[in-house]
């Protein structure tokens, strides 16, 4: 897998926490000079990661950009800006991870705005992502693009009308997608992770942390790394071998 991914230019959405940030980190673990593009909003977080990783390795490349995948002009100006030669056309793997949860409230109580957020987060960022990178991987016929859904998409809950709903949209897209790239070398695939612990129950409690803590208590949730050694090992495989579809418990959730 080292060699597999070695030099490999790897494009990562919500790097800045959580299964973006342990994704990043564990790339760099097991290929020590692969190139990172490492994105989200808090740009911070990610000039932390990128201290991190170079203290890990001395051999990886990362490139630092601030982006709002919710905003399709923020999109536009990130492709524009993205050295060409350099990152762009170098780019061999995208991880579209950066996602989120507004609130669970019911559906005659959610707030117009969530429903955006995640909508133009989850689902519209995630497509939009996905068009960018596919002519370059055309043009060469190579390239990996890795999505994160959720369990969530596959099985509703009350209260999770709208997040569920984009992570069913996320299950299909990606589907539709590999299919139309049969007879190509470019891979798609879905992640469907079930309880990690991350910040997301922060976000999704509005930053109520006893909230988000409470959800855990008693129970062993995978971690962000977990879901990392997952996407490593799908982006590690031989190039013909799509590992199309995986879900992923921790052994309490049934
Ligand atoms: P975190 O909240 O820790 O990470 C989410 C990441 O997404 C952050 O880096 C955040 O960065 C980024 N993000 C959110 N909105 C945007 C945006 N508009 N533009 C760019 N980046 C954005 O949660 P997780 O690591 O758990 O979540 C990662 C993915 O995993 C999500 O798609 C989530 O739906 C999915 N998932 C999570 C599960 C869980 O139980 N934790 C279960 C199943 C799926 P920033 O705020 O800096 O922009």
């Not at 060699?3 to 097991?30: D, M, N, P, Q, Y």
């Not at 991880?95 to 519209?124: P, Q, S």
């Not at 969530?152 to 299950?171: F, M, N």
């Not at 007879?183 to 509005?206: H, K, M, Y």
Request: glycine share 8%.
């Amino acid at each position: 897998v080292a060699k597999r991914l070695s030099g490999k230019t790897i494009l990562i959405t919500g790097a800045s926490s959580g299964i973006g940030r342990a994704t990043a980190l564990e790339f760099v673990k097991t290929a020590p000079d692969v190139r990172l593009i490492l994105t989200a909003r808090r740009q911070e977080q990610l000039e932390e990661l990128k201290t991190e990783i170079g203290s890990l390795s001395s051999a990886a490349e990362v490139l630092v950009k601030k982006l709002d995948v919710s905003d399709p002009a923020d999109i536009k100006r990130f492709w524009v800006e993205l050295p060409k030669e350099e990152w762009k056309d170098k780019l061999d793997i995208l991880v579209n991870n950066a996602g989120l949860v507004k609130g669970l409230e019911h559906v005659g109580d959610i707030a117009e705005e969530d429903v955006n957020i995640m909508y133009n987060t989850n689902v519209t960022g995630l497509i939009n992502m996905t068009q960018a990178v596919i002519p370059l991987f055309k043009a060469r016929d190579a390239g990996t693009v890795i999505n994160i859904g959720s369990i969530a998409g596959r099985e509703p809950y009350p209260g999770g009308s709208i997040y569920c709903s984009t992570k069913a949209a996320v299950r299909a897209f990606t589907e539709s997608l590999r299919k139309e790239l049969v007879n190509t070398r470019i891979r798609v695939a879905v992640i469907d992770p079930g309880q990690v612990e991350t910040e997301f129950s922060v976000v999704r409690f509005r930053g109520d942390k006893s909230k988000a803590d409470a959800v855990y208590a008693g129970v062993e949730p995978l971690t962000g790394e977990d879901i990392a050694e997952i996407v490593i090992f799908v982006a590690g495989r031989r190039e013909n071998v799509v590992i199309a579809d995986t879900l992923v418990f921790p052994s309490h959730q049934g």
